[in-house]
């Protein structure tokens, strides 16, 4: 579908999204403890959707009540291919958990994830003694169990995902694992992942995010767990406040691990009005200048960092544009294709984004299928001297279903 996006100010409050990264990690543990879980607040996002059905075709009892999810553990090896949708996350840890089987299992995907290189996975499962096989890096992804045990030797450079799918298997191994990581990005969400471990009932080691132990076998234990706000989510609203307007955002844990919290830092150095109250957060429109900001641990920053850095005085450079060439599209490009048909002067210059603020004009962006992008254009419209029209805007259906609802709540449009 083709949404467009007025030039309009916003004012008003919007309610964080439930965090589909910390969704999916919630599923899959419940699916693999043993007893009844209760998983509250998951959300209706497209890879939470694909998470539920991987986990029932593995076997889990899995009730749907509302924003309430009821999971009965306990897992075996599927009849049918496991299909993962689009969900990068999705396919790096269920091919992990499928390797606790004894049997071959197959997991594949829709859309962008069939282009999305897969040998990370191949390559670190078969370094976890699991036999693996992709089409030539590509899906389908072949897993046969089990999971013995012992030392495993991953590079982290390319993503934390597979790390974290090891790691929520790595329990159900038959003898310990001691994992030694080198290079390893985005942090935060190897925190997530080792911190809900912790809360279903069982032990990891982190020392320095160099090595990580898993005494093994062990097992989950079921409970009930509520899943926090989605920083990345709301990072688009807190710059359309920053930008267009005044917004206030709440659901949101300041003790999250989350790493696109840092998005208030980027925020308050680009001289927007913060105020920062229990769960929510202020931001209202100030003069705004350029600023620098690493997302090399915080990558799906870069899609709202774009859109302020497109409102400040002067140049901004954002690092960490390594991370975002194997996403849901080449992000990089993505981004400077659609802003630059925006008016938007951004250079890449090697792990630099470098944004020179300027007004954007109107005009026709297409999404990549890419939910951040979409969001992005969306956002970047209200302070257009035109409106923008975004082909392919269905793809925020991914991570947030609502976002063009929520925007709409907010958004005053301007008298011409």
């Known amino acids: 579908m083709t949404i467009e996006i007025t030039p309009s100010t916003v004012n008003g409050q919007v309610q964080a999204p439930p965090s589909k990264s910390v969704a999916q990690r919630a599923i899959a543990i419940a699916s693999i403890a043993t007893g009844t879980s209760e998983i509250f607040h998951v959300g209706k996002s497209d890879d939470v959707q694909s998470a539920i059905k991987v986990c029932r075709a593995l076997g889990a ?79 389908p992804v072949v897993v046969k ?28 191994a038959l003898s310990p694992v001691t994992f030694h990581v080198s290079d390893l990005k985005s942090r935060p969400y ?10 279903f009932g069982v032990v990891v080691e982190n020392t320095d995010y160099e090595q990580f132990v898993v ?5 989950y234990i079921s409970k ?16 359309a406040g920053a930008i267009a307007g005044e917004v206030m955002v709440t659901n949101l844990n300041f003790q999250s691990k989350q790493a696109d919290k840092a998005i ?46 497109a409102a400040c005085d002067g140049i901004s450079q954002i690092r960490g544009v390594s991370r975002l060439r194997a996403k849901e599209s080449d992000r990089a490009t993505s981004l400077q294709q659609e802003f630059g048909k925006l008016g938007l002067y951004i250079s890449l210059e090697g792990d ?42 269905e793809a925020v259906n991914k991570s947030y279903p609502e976002f063009f609802e929520d925007l709409k709540k907010i958004t005053v449009k301007n008298e011409k």
């Open 145 to 172: 169990g089990p999971f013995k045990g012992g030392t495993v030797r991953i590079d982290g450079s390319a993503s934390s995902q597979v790390l974290t799918g090891l790691l929520i298997a790595a329990p159900c």
């Open 352 to 393: 630099n984004m470098l944004i020179k603020g300027n007004s954007l004009n109107g005009g026709k962006v297409f999404s990549h299928n890419d939910h951040r992008i979409a969001m992005a254009c969306a956002v970047a419209g209200l302070t257009a001297n035109k409106p923008v029209f975004i082909d392919k805007a």
């Open 264 to 309: 208030l830092t980027a925020i308050k150095n680009s001289g927007a009005e913060l105020l920062v109250e229990q769960d929510r957060v202020s931001v209202k429109k100030s003069k705004l200048k350029a600023f620098r900001f690493d997302a090399t641990h915080c990558p799906d920053l870069f899609p709202p960092l774009v859109v302020l850095a």
């Open 215 to 219: 005494p093994a076998p062990q097992k």
């Open 61 to 139: 009892d899995v009730e749907e009540k509302g924003e309430k999810l009821i999971i009965k553990g306990g897992i075996q090896t599927p009849s049918l291919p496991l299909n993962c949708g689009e969900s990068g996350l999705g396919i790096r840890m269920f091919s992990a958990i499928a390797a606790i089987l004894y049997e071959p299992v197959t997991l594949t995907g829709e859309g962008s994830l069939t282009e999305r290189p897969m040998k990370m996975i191949e390559e670190s499962l078969q370094a976890a003694g699991v036999q693996c096989e992709t089409q030539n890096g590509l899906v």
């Open 224 to 239: 009930s767990y509520s899943v926090e706000g989605d920083w990345s989510g709301a990072a688009f609203f807190l710059v």
């Open 190 to 199: 190897v925190d997530i992942t080792t911190g809900m471990i912790h809360d």
